[in-house]
């Protein structure tokens, strides 16, 4: 475990507990030093090299780009004082060192990314919806650290595996919303709707997995959660809790090994209304239709059985009050359109999408200037806007 400097970004195991706090800080002061003119100077500084060079980053979409993901990182980018461009193109999986030529061209990931490097990009955003070969990034990034390719792959979300981008948005929301509840290992959260393909929520539950708490799977019978990834979860659950406790806690090992204190539960439940007065946080995910292979009769049946998870009126009236519903967006019929108005203050999809702004320039810090310390040149700007208040009152 361990996301450090140039490194990469594949899946949000890679993340551990300290990082991720050190994300969410950024992130939060990065959004107050954004209302001032001087504090977005220093955001500046955190794409910069020793040598006032700017970190050069490409946004790789091949196919249904997101316009949340992508243009969010090309702004957080900038915003940081890098320089970044944008390409959509499609390209050929790279496995076991052999490309398969169904790309134009024929070309491979691996192609692609190391002529980014020779076009002298630092850091490459992948996204790719169609992949199904699990590892696909992870492999990629292996064989830069193999030869040393100087480039950090992210990614912006793979197949129907992972986007770890998106968990660091969804978790922010949540930590900002339930804060004593997460940190607490208390939060019931519910998964409400495609657990089985939501890359979404595969990587939310590694995020998680660092704090423990009641996760409740709310989905038809036919569309569950992969069993293979619910395992890695549970083991980094584990991992995770020891690390977050490191070097003094109140759990011993055995109470985290063989007790499972710390531990994240989980509960399939197929009736949303089951459980509506327990759940803290509510996910939403839209059908992910485009990542199924069903025929079409079977993929319209497994549509309308979809329409039960959806924040309908009795669900709305029967969670709790103070209880927090999130969606990765775009939404479809699980979510009604007047629910965009803001007409529900527990609904927060759209801070989600702030979030996910403020995120991406925490991970970068993290990433390329972690030793910068964003706060010092925060507290020195407000001296300085202090003492030229007072003068010009003078």
């Known amino acids: ?58 946004i790789y979409t091949p196919n249904d780009p997101s ?40 070309e491979s990931l691996f192609s692609i990314v190391r002529t980014a490097v020779i076009l002298g990009y630092d850091i490459i955003f992948i996204r790719n919806d169609q992949i199904r070969e699990e590892n696909t990034f992870r492999n990629i990034a292996d064989l830069c650290e193999q030869i040393k390719l100087p480039i950090s792959i992210i990614s912006m979300g793979e197949g129907d595996i992972e986007h770890p981008l998106q968990m660091l948005a969804d978790l922010a929301t949540i930590r900002e919303a339930k804060k004593q509840e997460l940190l607490n290992g208390t939060l019931n959260i519910a998964f409400v709707g495609d657990v089985e393909d939501s890359r979404t929520f595969h990587s939310l539950a590694f995020g998680l997995a660092h704090y423990g708490g ?47 204190k710390g531990g994240l539960k989980r509960c399939c439940v197929r009736d ?72 529900d203050p527990r609904f927060r999809h759209w801070r989600g999408v702030e979030k996910g702004l403020w995120t991406k320039i925490g991970l970068l810090k993290e990433c390329f200037n972690k030793n910068y310390s964003l706060l010092a040149f925060w507290n ?12 010009r009152v003078k």
């Open 214 to 260: 009641n996760l409740y799977l709310l989905s038809p019978p036919n569309n569950v959660f992969p069993e293979k990834i619910w395992e890695r979860v549970a083991s980094f659950n584990q991992k995770a809790i020891l690390q977050k406790g490191y070097p003094r806690s109140t759990l011993l090992p055995h109470d985290v090994l063989q007790e499972g």
């Open 1 to 58: 475990m361990g996301f450090y400097l140039g490194k990469h970004l594949v899946s949000a195991e890679d993340f551990d507990y300290w990082t991720l706090e050190e994300i969410f800080k950024t992130a939060e002061l990065a959004e107050v030093m954004t209302g001032d003119r001087y504090g977005r100077e220093g955001i500046t500084q955190i794409l910069r090299d020793e040598t006032a060079k700017p970190q050069k980053a490409l």
């Open 67 to 106: 316009l949340r993901t992508a243009i969010g990182s090309l702004n957080a980018v900038r915003m940081c004082g890098g320089m970044a461009d944008t390409y959509q193109g499609l390209f050929s999986p790279f496995s076991k060192k052999v490309a398969n030529p169904s790309g134009p061209k024929g």
């Open 272 to 343: 949303p209304m089951e459980v509506a007065g327990e759940i803290d946080v509510w996910v939403f995910s839209r059908f992910q239709k485009n990542l199924k292979d069903l025929d079409k009769k079977t993929l319209a049946l497994r549509e309308k059985e979809y329409q039960l998870y959806s924040a309908n009126d009795a669900l709305r009236q029967t969670m709790k009050k103070d209880a927090i519903v999130i969606h990765p967006l775009p939404h479809g019929i699980e979510f009604p359109d007047e629910l965009d108005l803001d007409i």
């Open 380 to 391: 020195q700007v407000r001296h300085k806007s202090k003492a030229e208040a007072f003068s």
